[in-house]
């Protein structure tokens, strides 16, 4: 069992210690396997640790691994209400496909729906509210009860992963990312070498997969997620970001 922080009263002492937990979980185990860190990592947080997969373009690969661990372990999926009809069936296949037991489908909060974005069209105005209300809210809710979080980031997919740890501190939780190290050669070897469902809309050209109106095929020389927010100085929804940590503040978590 790896050692951990001892417990601190205080927010900002909690907080403080979960970053110093986080770089020495980094330090310890960041060089590890992919499969080594997940199944360390489960060990360590054991009852209190869940992924966040969004069941796009690279999500297989993650979910597998979990899946050769622990197919029990808590998945949550934000529907937010605006995903493509080819997630919504990627998800069901991969979860039949691996025998996952827990998945956890969140969603916005109507109300806050019928406040905001009352005609269904906020992104048209207001690509960050629009991901405040139907992800990055609903993913504070959905980590409420986890110490700790997987994700499937790589460090390829963009400028603003470039570098990514494998162990993060987000507020008094930990961010984990087992693939943060992998190449698009790595992903594509382990596709062949298990034979894992490809999300369909892939073949199209989408590498990086989101909400429907907000997500388009990604051009020729450009990195994986260039098709998300095309034309907005935006790359990503803020469930990775600081919106995130301030969301969980503000839910008191």
Known sequence: MLAKPRPLDRVGGVEAGVAAEAAGLDALLGHLKPIEIIERSAHE????????????????????MISEIDRSLPVIFLDTGK?????????DALVADFGLTDIRVIKPEE???????????????NTDACCNVRKVEPLARGVEPFRAWFTGRKRFQASTRAALPVFEAVGSRIRINPLAHWTTTDQADYMRAHALRENPLVAYGYLSIGCFPCTQPVQPGEDARSGRWAGHAKVECGIHLSGLEKSLTDASL
């Not at 054991?46 to 979910?63: E, I, K, N, Q, T």
């Not at 995903?83 to 998800?91: A, C, D, K, Q, W």
């Not at 109300?111 to 105005?125: F, W």
């Open 83 to 91: 995903h493509f009809e080819e997630t919504l069936g990627y998800r």
């Open 111 to 125: 109300a806050a729906l019928d406040r905001v974005d009352p005609t269904g069209r906020l992104h048209e105005t």
């Open 45 to 64: 947080f054991r009852g209190a640790v869940a992924a966040v997969s969004s069941f796009g373009a690279d999500s297989a690969v993650l979910l597998h």
